[in-house]
């Protein structure tokens, strides 16, 4: 009993004290804002949090911080966040080939 008093007075401690609470992240498939969509030599780039694979990565895999927090992808940073792990999918079982093509992110322009 004394345990679970503990448990619950450090749970809500800690609570208290967190400033911003974990989001959700977005439900659904989201598309990339473009900054130029006139110059860009690929469609936008759309993700989706809830695929299998993605929702057990942890926030901080690609955001600043677990609450979620600004996030910004370039080509260099985009390419190392989503693509290597594509590849490697890709290269490691040829049933998942198709997640390392272009057009698995990129829509056709
Ligand atoms: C650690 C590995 C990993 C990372 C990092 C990752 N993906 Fe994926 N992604 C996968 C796998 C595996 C699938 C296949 C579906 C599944 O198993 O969930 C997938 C599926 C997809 C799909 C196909 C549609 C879908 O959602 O199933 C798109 C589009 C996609 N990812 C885009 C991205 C983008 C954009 C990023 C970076 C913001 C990214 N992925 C980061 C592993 C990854
Ligand atoms: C594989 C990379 C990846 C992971 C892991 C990931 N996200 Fe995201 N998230 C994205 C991308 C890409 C966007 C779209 C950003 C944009 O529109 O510029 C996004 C958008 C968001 C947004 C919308 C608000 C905004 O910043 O535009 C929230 C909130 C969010 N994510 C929360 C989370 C939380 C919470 C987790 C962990 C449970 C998480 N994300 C895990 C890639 C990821
Ligand atoms: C796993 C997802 C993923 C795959 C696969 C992928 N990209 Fe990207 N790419 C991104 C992300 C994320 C960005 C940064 C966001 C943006 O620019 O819209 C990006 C940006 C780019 C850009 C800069 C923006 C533009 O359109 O001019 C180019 C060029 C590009 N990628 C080319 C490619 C080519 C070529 C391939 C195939 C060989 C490819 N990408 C495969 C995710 C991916």
């Known amino acids: ?17 967190a400033p911003v609470m974990a989001k959700e992240p ?4 989201l598309t990339l804002p473009q900054k130029d969509a006139a110059t860009a030599k690929k469609g936008p780039v759309h993700f989706d949090h809830g695929s299998a694979k ?5 926030c901080e895999t690609c955001h ?3 609450e979620g927090g600004k996030l ?3 080509q260099k940073t985009g390419h190392a966040t989503c693509q290597k792990c594509h590849m490697e999918t890709a290269k490691a079982d040829p049933a998942k080939k198709a997640l390392g ?3 698995n992110c990129h829509a056709k322009k």
């Not at 009993?1 to 004290?17: E, N, Q, S, Y």
């Not at 977005?26 to 498939?29: D, E, Q, S, T, V």
């Open 54 to 58: 993605h929702k057990t990565l942890k």
């Open 26 to 29: 977005p439900k659904g498939k």
């Open 101 to 103: 093509t272009c057009d």
């Open 1 to 17: 009993m004394k345990r679970i008093l503990i448990a619950a007075v450090t749970a809500f401690a800690f609570m208290a004290a």
């Open 72 to 74: 910004t992808l370039d």
């Open 64 to 66: 600043a911080s677990a």
